[in-house]
């Protein structure tokens, strides 16, 4: 809608603007496993999960219960959502003033999140990464550097 909105309706532009929202979705999951496991919502697929080893039961283990299986599993997770998001990136140069900063700043806060459930090694189960104001002169930067 937005891209229509300023007149961008390539194809390229389109298939851009579905990597970013796709990734920003599941970044949204990944960022919220410690909120959404507890209440029975579990995004991870079964096929996913068994190429891992990983059963829906090692998702809601104790922290101490963080395999290597696991972890490599959520790593994959985080490693399609970052590729997604750097494929749709060159799209913030598409469009024109403002919007296309607000892009930039979108796909950064994402790739942001990514950089904080990878740091924290599968504990993103427990605990929810969040972007903070002490984030913000990072977020600039790469979005001045896009």
Request: glycine residues 6%.
């Amino acid at each position: 809608l937005l891209l229509h909105l300023y007149g961008v309706d390539d194809a390229e532009s389109l298939a851009r603007s579905d990597a970013i929202c796709t990734a920003l979705q599941l970044i949204n999951f990944w960022q919220d496993f410690s909120v959404d496991l507890p209440r029975g919502r579990h995004y991870l697929t079964d096929a996913d999960c068994s190429a891992h080893g990983v059963r829906r039961e090692d998702l809601r283990a104790e922290p101490a219960a963080l395999t290597p299986a696991v972890r490599a599993l959520l790593a994959d997770q985080s490693a399609w959502a970052r590729a997604l998001m750097l494929s749709g990136a060159p799209l913030v140069h598409r469009l024109p003033g403002r919007i296309g900063w607000e892009l930039r700043l979108v796909v950064q806060g994402g790739l942001r999140i990514l950089d904080k459930v990878d740091a924290l090694q599968g504990a993103s189960l427990y605990r929810r990464p969040t972007v903070g104001k002490t984030d913000a002169p990072l977020l600039l930067w790469r979005a001045l550097r896009m």
